[in-house]
């Protein structure tokens, strides 16, 4: 019996001992458990610049990669703890590349979920309708977030207008292919759907056109109008007559910024649509969507002409008379805000000029029974 009493002594010693150690232990655990809450939810650093910092994460970064981007921008202050919370949570599969912009005093579970919902930052880029690539590559140019350079002009009608989602890091020239595969997908969308009033034969002809369109008039309402003036003309062998093709040529997309001089519209080019029957040799800007369907559908008129009416749009006429009203009214209106006295009557027009009985000008065919109205030409000056 006093055996069995001696050995219940170190048995109970050893249970104390185990409970003690496993309190002791608890306690740590615990102690640890309310060291990492309050670091997953306490306050980061505080940006470096600004109330911000933008960080980014390449494509491909693992756990560990990105953690040491993070320290290195000064957004968390421990890759370990940075790890460790990312494989508790789960969040270790989910982290998404991209670039960042952490709030000033992020918290980690802050800057972990920013990472696995992907509220990345977006960049856009917008080229106009109607901008010359001259001038797209001036946009990719001042796009600071964009690397690289662009050696060759693109051709001018390649670049389709549109708002491009753009990278921190991506390169100009892959912008700028993207412009032209999206010219290409929607002009041929656009091209298999055109209407046999057209009167351009080829998509790339199309494009010449719309573009002159689309630097004609910025009223949207307007595009299809003006489409249909451009298809009579061509129609009725007239020439254009487009003031943005002149400027083309004198330019080659860069904006003139003036008006033109009576010398640039009678100086040949071979973008001047006074002096060149039909369409000039390459689009003068990159047209959009509306103005090459309206190039490639357009309405049915009998307009001739068209002249600004001061309101922002353009007044359209049929006949020149009508025409030479129109233009009397635009003058006038031009006169009126420059502060001068109105011009004179102007001598009535010529009769001959609005029956349309005139023959064509040698070396313009015109498409069997297409009515010609000729285009007038510039009153000589009186000899001094």
Same mark, same amino acid.
């Given at each position: 019996m006093a055996g069995g009493s001696v050995d219940r002594a170190p048995l109970s010693g050893r249970k104390t001992a185990l409970l003690a150690a496993s309190a002791t232990f608890s306690l740590f655990l615990i102690a640890a458990l309310v060291a990492a809450w309050s670091v997953f939810y306490a306050p980061g650093p505080s940006a470096r610049e600004g109330a911000s910092t933008i960080v980014?994460?390449?494509? $491909?970064?693992? +756990?560990?990669?990105?953690? *040491?981007? @993070?320290?290195?921008?000064? +957004?968390?202050?421990? =890759?370990?703890?940075?790890?460790?919370?990312? =494989? @508790?949570? $789960?969040?270790?599969?989910?982290?998404?590349? $991209? #670039? !960042?912009?952490?709030?000033?005093?992020?918290? @980690?579970?802050? %800057?972990?979920?920013? /990472? %696995? #919902?992907?509220?990345? %930052?977006?960049? !856009?880029?917008?080229?106009?309708? $109607?901008?010359? *690539?001259?001038?797209? @590559?001036?946009? /990719?140019?001042? #796009?600071?977030?964009?690397?690289? #350079? +662009?050696?060759?002009?693109p051709a001018e009608g390649t670049l389709w207008p549109d708002t491009y989602e753009i990278s921190r890091g991506e390169t100009r020239a892959s912008v700028l292919a993207r412009m032209v595969r999206a010219r290409d997908e929607n002009l041929a969308r656009l091209w298999a759907s055109r209407s046999l009033a057209t009167v351009v034969r080829t998509p790339e002809e199309a494009v010449i056109l719309a573009s002159i369109v689309e630097k004609e008039t910025g009223v949207a309402s307007e595009r299809p109008r003006v489409a249909a003036v451009f298809t009579n003309r061509l129609r009725a062998g007239m020439r254009l007559q487009s003031d943005p093709t002149i400027e083309y040529g004198i330019t080659r997309g860069v904006p003139l910024r003036r008006g033109l001089r009576r010398s640039e519209l009678d100086r040949p080019n071979p973008w001047n649509t006074y002096q060149i029957d039909g369409l000039p040799p390459t689009p003068v800007s990159n047209p959009g969507r509306d103005a090459v369907a309206a190039v490639l559908n357009p309405p049915t008129t009998d307009e001739l002409f068209f002249v600004a009416d001061g309101s922002g749009g353009h007044a359209f006429a049929r006949t020149y008379p009508e025409h030479q009203a129109n233009v009397a009214r635009w003058r006038a209106i031009e006169r009126r805000k420059a502060g001068l006295p109105p011009e004179p009557t102007p001598p009535a027009a010529d009769p001959a000029m609005a029956a349309g009985t005139e023959a064509p000008r040698a070396g313009v065919t015109v498409p069997p029974g297409a009515r010609v109205i000729p285009v007038p030409q510039a009153t000589p000056a009186p000899a001094r």
């Open positions: 980014a994460l390449p494509n $491909g970064s693992g +756990v560990s990669a990105i953690a *040491a981007n @993070l320290k290195a921008a000064g +957004v968390i202050r421990s =890759t370990d703890m940075f790890k460790a919370a990312a =494989t @508790l949570t $789960g969040a270790d599969r989910k982290l998404r590349a $991209g #670039e !960042y912009e952490v709030p000033t005093g992020a918290s @980690l579970r802050t %800057v972990l979920i920013l /990472l %696995v #919902e992907g509220r990345v %930052v977006r960049h !856009y880029l917008t080229l106009p309708e $109607g901008w010359s *690539a001259a001038q797209a @590559l001036d946009i /990719l140019s001042r #796009e600071t977030i964009l690397t690289g #350079e +662009v050696e060759t002009l």
